[in-house]
């Protein structure tokens, strides 16, 4: 055999390695893309089954965060209603409903008969102080000549609420929270200023027909005052 012919046989060999080669690389990559489809397809239809909330929830790779999100809201829920229980005890059993069998019921189940400056539920939750109360069960910031009256029809005894400094009460103001029952002054604070610390009161209400919270600046005008857990107690 000359060696023209050995080269020629060298390259018809060299083009038959490099064919199977690549037809044997081929192979594998179409029988891996193959697999690779399978398992995706194994795994989309792979559920696990948790009870969230009380409900029964099919979970996988698509709904995984959405389902995580929603459990850490509950989880915050149920730390809120902790944080009730580890501040107030037996006080965070209180209705946020007008409920006549409940024994303790927010002030704010009820509507207010008359009202000026008056606003449940609005404003920040900070004191002069710098305490944030986030852990509440109804709230509302006091201003001067604020007042809001209650028809509460006899069902109750008692009025507990905490009073102290909201962070926008001026530095020289200071400012007093007064209860009525049947217009009878039955309840009057110690006055509130910016270096006031937090006070709790439970005021007789001899089962007054109707009920009536103000505040008054006795000094300054912006003596403004937040009002928290104001609760019905019979």
Same mark, same amino acid.
């Given at each position: 055999? #000359?060696?023209?012919?050995?080269?020629?046989?060298?390259?018809?060999?060299?083009?038959?390695?490099?064919?199977?080669?690549?037809?044997?690389? $081929?192979? +594998?990559? /179409?029988?891996?893309?193959?697999?690779? $489809?399978?398992?995706?397809?194994?795994?989309?239809? /792979?559920?696990?089954?948790? !009870?969230?909330?009380?409900?029964?929830?099919?979970?996988?790779?698509?709904?995984?965060?959405?389902?995580?999100? +929603?459990?850490?809201?509950? #989880?915050?829920?149920?730390?809120?209603?902790?944080?009730?229980?580890?501040?107030?005890?037996?006080? %965070?059993?209180?209705?946020?409903? *007008?409920?006549?069998?409940?024994? *303790?019921?927010?002030?704010?189940?009820?509507?207010? !008969?008359?009202?000026?400056?008056?606003?449940?539920?609005?404003?920040?939750?900070?004191?002069?102080?710098?305490?944030?109360?986030?852990?509440?069960?109804?709230?509302?910031?006091?201003?001067?000549?604020?007042?809001?009256?209650?028809?509460?029809?006899?069902?109750?005894?008692?009025?507990?609420?905490?009073?102290?400094?909201?962070?926008?009460?001026?530095?020289?103001?200071?400012?007093?929270?007064?209860?009525?029952?049947?217009?009878?002054? !039955?309840?009057?604070?110690?006055?509130?200023?910016?270096?006031?610390?937090?006070?709790?009161? $439970?005021?007789?209400? #001899?089962? %007054?027909?109707?009920?009536?919270? $103000?505040?008054?600046? !006795?000094?300054?005008?912006?003596?403004?005052?937040?009002?928290?857990?104001?609760?019905?107690?019979?």
């Amino acid at each position: 055999m #000359n060696k023209s012919a050995a080269k020629i046989i060298g390259w018809i060999v060299s083009i038959a390695v490099a064919i199977i080669g690549t037809f044997g690389a $081929t192979s +594998k990559y /179409q029988s891996s893309t193959q697999n690779n $489809t399978q398992n995706q397809s194994n795994s989309q239809s /792979q559920n696990i089954s948790i !009870v969230v909330n009380g409900e029964k929830v099919e979970l996988n790779k698509d709904n995984a965060q959405g389902v995580y999100d +929603k459990i850490e809201e509950e #989880n915050k829920n149920l730390s809120t209603e902790l944080e009730h229980y580890k501040a107030y005890g037996t006080e %965070a059993l209180v209705s946020k409903e *007008r409920d006549a069998s409940a024994d *303790r019921v927010s002030l704010f189940a009820y509507e207010a !008969v008359n009202s000026d400056y008056w606003e449940p539920s609005s404003g920040s939750l900070k004191d002069s102080l710098g305490n944030n109360y986030s852990v509440t069960l109804a709230y509302i910031v006091l201003k001067n000549r604020s007042y809001g009256e209650y028809y509460t029809n006899l069902q109750y005894s008692k009025l507990q609420f905490k009073l102290a400094p909201h962070e926008s009460m001026g530095q020289d103001a200071a400012a007093v929270v007064k209860v009525y029952a049947d217009d009878v002054l !039955v309840f009057t604070s110690k006055e509130v200023t910016r270096k006031s610390e937090e006070q709790t009161y $439970t005021i007789d209400l #001899n089962n %007054a027909k109707f009920i009536k919270i $103000t505040c008054e600046c !006795v000094r300054g005008y912006d003596g403004n005052i937040l009002c928290l857990d104001s609760t019905l107690i019979k």
